[in-house]
């Protein structure tokens, strides 16, 4: 299991996907789209720990292909059950990984690259 330290920063891959506790983030407390360069958005959002209230993840999601938000609104904007996983099988262009909620299917992020910084 990996050490959740304030100020670690992980590169999101599959050796993190099999080792990060992405189960215990559910309130997302600060969410952001970022069309820099006007094609493929990067998305960042906080989430906080369930079990450690004081500990949260800010996830950076690049060249982001599909966002899907809760359809009853932003304001639902949370994770019962986060998972990432790899799906380069999948034939996506440019769409190495998928973020969502298990339980909902929604929220959900196709996106090629990331990472996870521990606050």
Known sequence: MIQLNPGTTFLINDELIESFPW???VNVSCFAIDWHDGRSPTVKMTVSSASQPERSAVF???KVTECILPEMGL???QFSHLILENVR?????????????????????????????IQ
């Open 75 to 77: 304001h639902l904007l």
């Open 23 to 25: 189960y215990d983030f």
């Open 89 to 117: 099988s999948q034939q996506w262009e440019d769409v190495w990984y998928r973020m969502y909620d298990l339980n909902f299917g929604e929220p959900s992020f196709r996106f090629k690259s990331g990472h996870v910084q």
């Open 60 to 62: 950076q999601l690049e």
